[in-house]
């Protein structure tokens, strides 16, 4: 199974903009990266999902390199509320989806 | 429109005894997922069912669990004489009929405490 690799955690302050890297050297060519937020005691939340170059919706951008070999969330502006774990996935129609440990954000004020 | 709907959300077994887990999936979604998180943990797959056939069950423990997707009502996950060990956040997810861009989303949880 492809795998993920993200950092364990990170810090960042209100009102700056965050940057996560998820490295995924073996992607392969279906497959699409999509990332999760989750709060405690709380289920996923779909954030952001593509393929390559860069994708933005109205919570975040990612984005991918030409070999796809990594991929970076941005989230601009942070603040408290987005304090929680961020996970990064490879997944392609019709398969489950492979979870690592996550990134965890905690944003300060 | 509705999402994904777990329920219990918190349900309290004594070991020896039956849980059942149930998820009503999307309006629309047609495939349903169920993943099981320890604390501190990123969620683990244990089973991937369409309406009736179960799709991807490489996930799920070889005893005491089972799970079901049938034509009418929710889907069911069922762990036959709990053990502590069970105890863990049980997470479903659903997703339309297969696309290029798959995407699953999750219900909020179930979460199993065995005394």
């Known amino acids: 199974l492809a795998k993920t690799t993200q950092p364990i955690s990170m810090d960042s302050y209100e009102g700056q903009e965050v940057n996560i890297t998820c490295s995924h050297n073996?992607?392969?060519?279906?497959?699409?990266i999509t990332w999760y937020q989750q709060f405690p005691s709380q289920g996923p939340r779909f954030i952001i999902q593509?393929?390559?170059t860069k994708v933005t919706n109205e919570v975040a951008s990612l984005f991918i390199p030409a070999d796809r070999k990594s991929s970076t969330l941005s989230l601009p502006r942070v603040s408290l509320s987005d304090t929680a774990v961020y996970y990064c996935?490879?997944?392609?129609?019709?398969?489950?989806?492979?979870f690592g440990g996550g990134t965890r954000l905690m944003v300060k004020p | 429109n509705a999402g994904v709907m777990q329920n219990p959300r918190h349900l309290v077994r004594r070991r020896g005894q039956e849980a059942r887990l149930r998820c009503s999936p999307m309006?629309?979604?047609?495939?349903v997922y169920w993943y099981r998180q320890l604390p501190e943990e990123g969620l683990k797959f244990m089973v991937y069912?369409?309406?009736?056939?179960?799709?991807?069950e490489s996930g799920m423990p070889k005893e005491r669990f089972s799970a079901e997707f049938p034509k009418e009502g929710p889907s069911i996950l069922r762990i036959q004489q709990v053990v502590r060990g069970d105890s863990a956040a049980y997470f479903c997810?659903?997703?339309?009929?297969?696309?290029?861009?798959?995407?699953?989303?999750f219900g909020p949880g179930t979460r199993l405490l065995v005394l």
């Open positions: 997810a659903s997703s339309p009929p297969r696309t290029v861009q798959e995407t699953q989303y």
């Open positions: 996935l490879l997944n392609n129609a019709g398969n489950m989806l492979t």
């Open positions: 309006k629309g979604h047609s495939h």
């Open positions: 073996n992607i392969a060519t279906n497959d699409y």
């Open positions: 593509g393929y390559k």
């Open positions: 069912l369409q309406k009736e056939n179960i799709i991807d």
